[in-house]
């Protein structure tokens, strides 16, 4: 029996795979989530004995409140990472109203709606970890994308606040804000627009998803147990936070 149990949203790919790998041990069980039955059935193949994949729609509700029964049925979650996203880029004037609400409601409403009914246990248990996935775009700001920056740096503010309600009940609350991240998300920017955003990395190159997850796995375990309420940057260098 593990001694802890992880969900880890958006784990079919990039970064949330990355991190659903990091965390899935003997001590930890991990759920990772994707949005088809193709993922759930990846992520259960790759994590094999210490996780399973599990079906979420982060924007909807219903889908929530399934896969929280489904994952409360048998087990109490202490760690929650706030990994899955979305971009939908336009310039702000071209940005229709449903661009907007979907990167908001996917990206940052989503937070409420999760990290709700699994603090419970938490504040049950007296100890929890949640880590929220930022981006250096919430800091920076990013011409074409008003609804993800806003989303983003709604996330950090949201971080902070919860780490102030929750310390007192053993449960930390940070942010880990990745840069220019080798995934799929960022595969659609093309080789031109990579070449000249690397151009701007100190480190002189993209960032991998096991980059990102180390420092998740960080903040989820013991050693990160007085840090809370902060944004952690993984960007090469790309901004000082
Ligand atoms: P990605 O490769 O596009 O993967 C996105 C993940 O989120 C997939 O597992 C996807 O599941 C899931 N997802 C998408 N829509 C969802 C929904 N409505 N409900 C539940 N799950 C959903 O993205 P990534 O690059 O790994 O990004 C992961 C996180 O890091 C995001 O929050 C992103 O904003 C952030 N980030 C990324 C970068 C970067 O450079 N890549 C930089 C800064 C921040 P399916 O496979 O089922 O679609």
Same mark, same amino acid.
């Given at each position: 029996?593990?001694?802890?149990?992880?969900?880890?949203?958006?784990?079919?790919r990039g970064i949330?795979?990355?991190?659903?790998? %990091?965390?899935?041990?003997?001590?930890?069980?991990?759920? *990772?989530?994707?949005?088809?039955?193709?993922?759930?059935? %990846?992520?259960?193949?790759?994590?094999?004995?210490?996780?399973?994949?599990?079906?979420?729609?982060?924007?909807?509700?219903?889908?929530?409140?399934?896969?929280?029964?489904?994952?409360?049925?048998?087990?109490?979650?202490?760690?929650?990472?706030?990994?899955? *996203?979305?971009t939908?880029d336009?310039?702000?004037?071209?940005?229709?109203?449903?661009?907007?609400?979907?990167?908001?409601?996917?990206?940052?409403?989503?937070?409420?709606?999760?990290?709700?009914?699994?603090?419970?246990?938490?504040?049950?248990? %007296?100890? *929890?970890?949640?880590?929220?996935?930022?981006s250096v775009v919430?800091?920076m700001?990013n011409p074409g994308q008003?609804?993800y920056?806003?989303?983003?740096?709604?996330?950090?503010?949201?971080?902070?606040?919860?780490?102030?309600?929750? *310390?007192? %009940?053993?449960?930390?609350?940070?942010?880990?804000?990745p840069g220019f991240i080798d995934t799929d998300m960022t595969a659609e920017l093309g080789e031109k627009v990579t070449e000249q955003l690397v151009t701007r990395i100190p480190l002189g190159r993209v960032g991998t998803p096991?980059e990102v997850?180390?420092?998740?796995?960080?903040?989820?375990?013991?050693?990160?147990?007085?840090?809370?309420?902060?944004?952690?940057?993984v960007n090469g260098g790309m901004l000082?936070?």
């Amino acid at each position: 029996m593990a001694d802890r149990v992880a969900l880890v949203t958006g784990a079919s790919r990039g970064i949330g795979a990355a991190i659903a790998a %990091r965390l899935a041990s003997e001590e930890t069980f991990v759920f *990772g989530s994707a949005t088809s039955s193709d993922g759930v059935a %990846r992520i259960s193949d790759a994590l094999g004995k210490n996780g399973t994949g599990i079906e979420l729609r982060i924007e909807e509700p219903d889908s929530v409140s399934a896969a929280f029964d489904r994952i409360t049925e048998e087990h109490t979650v202490s760690i929650l990472v706030n990994n899955a *996203g979305i971009t939908n880029d336009n310039l702000f004037l071209r940005m229709s109203d449903d661009d907007w609400a979907d990167v908001i409601n996917t990206n940052l409403v989503s937070l409420h709606r999760l990290c709700k009914p699994f603090l419970r246990s938490m504040m049950r248990e %007296r100890w *929890g970890r949640i880590i929220n996935v930022g981006s250096v775009v919430g800091r920076m700001g990013n011409p074409g994308q008003a609804n993800y920056a806003a989303a983003k740096a709604g996330i950090e503010g949201f971080t902070r606040s919860l780490a102030q309600e929750l *310390g007192s %009940r053993g449960i930390t609350v940070n942010c880990v804000a990745p840069g220019f991240i080798d995934t799929d998300m960022t595969a659609e920017l093309g080789e031109k627009v990579t070449e000249q955003l690397v151009t701007r990395i100190p480190l002189g190159r993209v960032g991998t998803p096991t980059e990102v997850a180390e420092t998740v796995a960080f903040l989820a375990g013991e050693g990160s147990s007085y840090i809370t309420g902060q944004t952690i940057a993984v960007n090469g260098g790309m901004l000082s936070y």
